[in-house]
């Protein structure tokens, strides 16, 4: 009788040990990814490939997202990293969250503006018809730049 | 008599009619339509100004002749007078407000008041009406576009799907302007689906020329449709399922002609493969020119396994091909990182496989197929190299 209980409860714990197996596989990892939006890319053993809804992320796996994309990074300690489009984030463990924060990076950076020309040049010009269309601009409008230099003023 | 006078008549009145239509054609009006202002009594070619009387003259026979308003606003800017000028331009664009001239020299006028908005607004509809002015106007618009200058105004033509963007693209690029300044409209295209393979290819490129390899990288995964981006991979398209765009860091396979490169690179359908398609190199045992087959990829530093299948089939007349894997430093191909065995003879399909070390300073690749011996001086190849699944895999 003692033999069969104990058989019994072997075979309830296996049968716990065979549930909790599949969970603790899922579980390997130290974050996850949640509200995804668009497409969200992640670093695989291969290479890019699509992560959805709570895809379970390793120390080191890259994050991408693409335009009109975001996502959260949540880590199982429950430090939650914000994605905007067209960003990288490197799953690290080693650094406070605020550092994690941060470490979303956009990576199509618009240059940073160019001052425009202060000076104020021809870039169109209207041709005037007296006979040689060239003489006449310069005839009716005078001599000025180049009408192929440019008219630009600062903004 | 009679007869004679009335044939002179008929002649006179021939030359009369022959000189008012010279006259109305070539001296009053030009080949455009428009007619000719008389000469003023300043015919210099460094004459300073224009005569606005005479201009007023010309405006009081006809007030709807744009091309002397655009002159008379021109010179009243000249004599510091801003009032009128802006009084003749607005009467200008009032007018006439689709006119080429009026929109070239309104668009001006305002940029050297420094009103962007007004300016860009008119740019766009001049090279929207008038393609020919877009070799004058794109330079100025990119110019614009570097300042930052009003975005809105600039979201405006990108929500409008105005069609001169592409072009404008296409050329800003080519023409040298820093492609990371045309993304956004490049974007805003690809989510039209209407970015052409050039304009994608040009930006791509020149990011990759630049080194600026992550930026590259990141375009071009936003011109990839949903569907491709479930499995992008390290080597894109590995198994050579789907046709190669040959943009970006997808599959460049070689169109140049046979009797040119030695080769003919095709992808078909194929037996005893993964999914149904390979890849098929023929060498026709000429001379060979050129890479078959190349792929650029954008690696992070680290060591990798390349794998795949070949099957080489009765490679001959040559010390057959091999992949190689290079670094790409400012648009310029380095020395192999690694590379395969060599594929000669014949054999079925088979697994290969070779490692390779990225080192921290290279940050673009490119995998390429290459006959052996081709930088060493002429190589003639012949038979058929069949490939297929080629996969990178991380080591840790």
Same mark, same amino acid.
């Given at each position: 009788?003692?033999?069969?209980?104990?058989? +019994?409860?072997?075979?309830?714990?296996?049968?716990?040990?065979?549930? +909790? %197996?599949?969970?603790?596989?899922?579980?390997?990892?130290?974050?996850?990814?949640?509200?995804? =939006?668009?497409?969200?890319?992640?670093?695989?053993?291969?290479?890019?490939?699509?992560?959805?809804?709570?895809?379970?992320?390793?120390?080191?796996?890259?994050?991408?997202?693409?335009?009109?994309?975001?996502?959260?990074?949540?880590?199982?300690?429950?430090?939650?990293?914000?994605? =905007?489009?067209?960003?990288?984030?490197?799953?690290?463990?080693? =650094?406070?969250?605020?550092?994690? +924060?941060?470490?979303?990076?956009?990576?199509?950076?618009?240059?940073?503006?160019? %001052?425009?020309? %202060?000076?104020?040049?021809?870039?169109?010009?209207?041709?005037?018809?007296?006979?040689?269309?060239?003489?006449?601009?310069?005839?009716?409008?005078?001599?000025?730049?180049?009408?192929?230099?440019?008219?630009?003023?600062?903004? | 008599?009679? &007869?004679?006078?009335?044939? &002179?008549?008929?002649?006179?009145?021939?030359?009369?009619?022959?000189?008012?239509?010279?006259?109305?054609?070539?001296?009053?009006?030009?080949?455009?339509?428009?007619?000719?202002?008389?000469?003023?009594?300043?015919?210099?070619?460094?004459?300073?100004?224009?005569?606005?009387?005479?201009?007023?003259?010309?405006?009081?026979?006809?007030?709807?002749?744009?091309?002397?308003?655009?002159?008379?606003?021109?010179?009243?800017?000249?004599?510091?007078?801003?009032?009128?000028?802006?009084?003749?331009?607005?009467?200008?664009?009032?007018?006439?407000?689709?006119?080429?001239?009026?929109?070239?020299?309104?668009?001006?006028?305002?940029?050297?008041?420094?009103?962007?908005?007004?300016?860009?607004?008119?740019?766009?509809?001049?090279?929207?009406?008038?393609?020919?002015?877009?070799?004058?106007?794109?330079? #100025?618009?990119?110019?614009?576009?570097?300042?930052?200058?009003?975005?809105?105004?600039?979201?405006?033509?990108?929500?409008?799907?105005?069609?001169?963007?592409?072009?404008?693209?296409?050329?800003?690029?080519?023409?040298?302007?820093?492609?990371?300044?045309?993304?956004?409209?490049?974007?805003?295209?690809?989510?039209?689906?209407?970015?052409?393979?050039?304009?994608?290819?040009?930006?791509?490129?020149?990011?990759?020329?630049?080194?600026?390899?992550?930026?590259?990288?990141?375009?071009?995964?936003?011109?990839?449709?949903?569907?491709?981006?479930?499995?992008?991979?390290?080597?894109?398209?590995?198994?050579?399922?789907?046709?190669?765009?040959?943009?970006?860091?997808?599959?460049?396979?070689?169109?140049?002609?046979?009797?040119?490169?030695?080769?003919?690179?095709?992808?078909?359908?194929?037996?005893?493969?993964?999914?149904?398609?390979?890849?098929?190199?023929?060498?026709?045992?000429?001379?060979?020119?050129?890479?078959?087959?190349?792929?650029?990829?954008?690696?992070?530093?680290?060591?990798?396994?390349?794998?795949?299948?070949?099957?080489?089939?009765?490679?001959? &007349?040559?010390?057959?091909?091999?992949?190689?894997?290079?670094?790409?430093?400012?648009?310029? #191909?380095?020395?192999?990182?690694?590379?395969?065995?060599?594929?000669?003879?014949?054999?079925?399909?088979?697994?290969?496989?070779?490692?390779?070390?990225?080192?921290?300073?290279?940050?673009?690749?490119?995998?390429?197929?290459?006959?052996?011996?081709?930088?060493?001086?002429?190589?003639?190849?012949?038979?058929?190299?069949?490939?297929?699944?080629? #996969?990178?895999?991380?080591?840790?």
């Amino acid at each position: 009788m003692k033999t069969r209980h104990l058989a +019994i409860a072997a075979g309830f714990i296996a049968a716990a040990a065979t549930a +909790i %197996a599949p969970a603790q596989t899922t579980r390997e990892g130290v974050a996850q990814l949640k509200g995804v =939006k668009g497409n969200v890319l992640l670093s695989r053993q291969t290479g890019l490939a699509a992560g959805g809804e709570a895809a379970r992320l390793t120390e080191h796996t890259r994050v991408i997202t693409t335009a009109n994309s975001e996502v959260v990074v949540v880590y199982d300690n429950g430090c939650e990293v914000r994605l =905007k489009e067209n960003q990288r984030f490197e799953v690290e463990t080693d =650094k406070p969250c605020a550092a994690l +924060i941060a470490q979303a990076q956009s990576v199509l950076v618009e240059p940073a503006g160019t %001052a425009l020309a %202060a000076s104020s040049v021809f870039f169109w010009v209207v041709l005037p018809a007296v006979g040689v269309s060239t003489v006449g601009a310069n005839v009716l409008l005078g001599p000025g730049p180049s009408p192929q230099t440019l008219s630009l003023s600062p903004s | 008599m009679n &007869a004679t006078a009335l044939r &002179a008549g008929v002649v006179i009145e021939g030359l009369l009619i022959a000189w008012r239509i010279v006259q109305v054609n070539v001296v009053l009006y030009d080949e455009n339509g428009q007619a000719r202002l008389p000469a003023t009594a300043s015919t210099g070619v460094n004459a300073p100004t224009l005569d606005r009387e005479l201009l007023h003259r010309v405006l009081d026979r006809n007030p709807g002749h744009v091309v002397a308003l655009l002159n008379l606003a021109r010179e009243h800017e000249r004599a510091g007078d801003a009032q009128k000028a802006r009084q003749a331009y607005d009467a200008a664009y009032a007018l006439a407000p689709l006119h080429r001239d009026v929109l070239g020299a309104v668009a001006d006028y305002y940029l050297r008041l420094g009103s962007n908005a007004e300016a860009i607004a008119l740019l766009d509809r001049l090279v929207d009406a008038y393609p020919d002015a877009r070799a004058l106007a794109f330079p #100025v618009l990119g110019k614009l576009l570097l300042a930052h200058a009003q975005p809105a105004a600039w979201s405006a033509i990108a929500a409008r799907k105005a069609a001169w963007i592409g072009p404008f693209i296409e050329l800003s690029c080519r023409q040298g302007m820093d492609p990371a300044a045309l993304v956004p409209l490049l974007l805003s295209r690809v989510a039209d689906r209407r970015a052409a393979a050039d304009e994608i290819g040009c930006i791509v490129d020149h990011l990759r020329d630049a080194d600026r390899w992550a930026e590259a990288y990141q375009v071009w995964l936003n011109t990839l449709l949903r569907e491709r981006l479930g499995d992008v991979g390290f080597v894109y398209n590995g198994s050579f399922e789907f046709a190669s765009s040959g943009v970006g860091f997808d599959w460049r396979l070689s169109r140049a002609r046979e009797r040119d490169s030695g080769h003919v690179v095709e992808t078909p359908q194929a037996a005893g493969v993964t999914g149904q398609r390979a890849l098929r190199v023929s060498f026709n045992g000429k001379r060979q020119a050129g890479i078959p087959v190349m792929q650029y990829m954008a690696l992070e530093p680290g060591r990798y396994e390349m794998s795949g299948l070949a099957r080489p089939q009765s490679i001959t &007349a040559g010390r057959g091909v091999q992949w190689t894997l290079r670094c790409v430093k400012h648009g310029q #191909v380095q020395p192999a990182l690694a590379n395969s065995e060599r594929f000669v003879g014949s054999s079925e399909w088979r697994r290969f496989s070779f490692e390779v070390a990225v080192p921290n300073d290279c940050h673009g690749q490119l995998l390429q197929l290459e006959p052996l011996g081709l930088a060493d001086g002429t190589v003639y190849l012949a038979g058929t190299a069949w490939f297929d699944d080629l #996969v990178l895999r991380r080591l840790r």
